[in-house]
């Protein structure tokens, strides 16, 4: 079966597979006691007009799922001419000045989650869940369970 016909099928299942990928993530790690962090890329380009529909679902369920987000939707939002930062129209791929604006947009977003972290990860914590598992804090002092 082509791509195109495959993705044309699931595309009434989007959210629901996204929802449950995001909610089993988020179980693992907290199983194995990691950190998850998602992080949303925006699309250099948006010929279909599809970028802002996607990216609020897509964000909206992660943090549902008590998944913390770096949302990097903003990231292109300096730049006048889109098509600037890809490669070709047929090439959407992002051109090192896209890659630069992505990259500096992560680093403001992960810094502070690093500056919390050294603070807070690493001593130990009394306060387990039912499954001995220590909450996870957010940048908020939000916890995950």
Known sequence: MPDA???RRLQGYVGEIYEWAFHHFAAE???HRIRPVVIYRPAPVDFEGVESASHSEIVRLAAAAGLHVIDLSNAFDTVANR????VEKWEPHTTALG??????KLYEGLVPLLRHTSTTVFRPNTNRNASGIAPFHSPTNQHYE
């Open 5 to 7: 016909m495959i993705e």
């Open 29 to 31: 790690c907290r199983r």
């Open 83 to 86: 098509e600037s930062i890809i």
């Open 99 to 104: 890659h630069r604006l992505l990259a500096d």
